[in-house]
């Protein structure tokens, strides 16, 4: 679902380990592998059947208004290792709701996977939760509605829109919302407990939301990138929050079809630009 910004200095070994787990799951293809780590060349024709298509959503938490401004069509996306963001959601809820913090076994994997995006740990919450009825259950809680698990074991090709991102923003960042004792949303400490990890990501995937001008320093986001077997183009989202002018943006920039990764990361750079206008 994910590997290393392209300006990475150390990408190509991360990337062999993040394909490795890719492979595993079952969302590339061998050559698809061999494209990713830059011994094969991805799939000719199929990147010109579609073009890369993006949208935002964007949240001024400290506006008058509540509806997120949308641009471009707010369709589904796979999200890739954006839902991890939900993942942890719906992991704290159930600890919330059996009374108890996460256990040091889970926090083992919940940090490396917002941190670092590590598909390992992703794949082990992703069970412990329930997989795709699990999120679905969290997501009611959450107040998302266009959101559909991945089947199986398949995270990363979860459907999600822009709107209902900001809707899981809103969950983690908006703490006019109100927690109901034992089967509410999110209360303050698991709320706590995602931003912390949303900002501290390694700063090779620290791109993405954090192109909002005018953005201070420390973002809190989440980036995923998948590049889809089926046509070799790529999936590249990122979620966040930042802030400019002492005011909190909750921003989401979905897309897909881009004929590589870093062409990804500008379409979405981009667009996150052009919302912030």
Request: no cysteine; proline share 3%; hydrophobic share 40%.
């Amino acid at each position: 679902m994910s590997y290393p910004s392209p300006t990475s200095r150390s990408a190509a070994g991360t990337l062999l380990a993040s394909t490795a787990a890719l492979l595993s799951l079952g969302l590339v293809a061998p050559a698809t592998a061999a494209a990713a780590t830059g011994s094969g060349s991805g799939s000719g024709s199929a990147t010109e059947k579609q073009a890369p298509h993006a949208t935002t959503a964007v949240l001024d938490l400290d506006g008058a208004g509540r509806t997120p401004v949308i641009r471009g069509t707010d369709r589904a996306y796979d999200t890739a290792s954006i839902v991890k963001v939900d993942i942890l959601a719906a992991l704290l809820l159930e600890a919330q709701d059996a009374g108890r913090h996460l256990t040091a076994a889970e926090r083992k994997l919940a940090e490396p996977m917002i941190r670092r995006s590590d598909n390992a740990a992703a794949n082990a919450l992703w069970r412990a939760i329930g997989r795709a009825p699990g999120l679905a259950a969290a997501n009611k809680r959450l107040g998302l509605t266009e959101t559909t698990g991945g089947s199986g074991t398949r995270w990363g090709l979860t459907k999600t829109t822009a709107g209902d991102q900001i809707r899981l923003l809103r969950a983690v960042f908006d703490d006019a919302g109100t927690a109901k004792k034992g089967r509410g949303a999110l209360d303050a400490q698991s709320r706590a407990y995602v931003r912390t990890l949303m900002n501290k990501v390694v700063p090779e995937q620290t791109w993405g939301v954090s192109a909002f001008p005018g953005s201070a320093a420390g973002q809190a986001l989440k980036n995923g990138w998948l590049q889809r077997n089926t046509t070799g183009l790529w999936d590249v989202n990122s979620i966040g929050q930042v802030t400019v002018k002492g005011h909190r943006y909750l921003v989401a920039a979905l897309s897909n079809g881009s004929a590589s990764m870093s062409d990804g990361v500008s379409l979405v750079e981009r667009a996150v630009r052009d919302a912030a206008a």
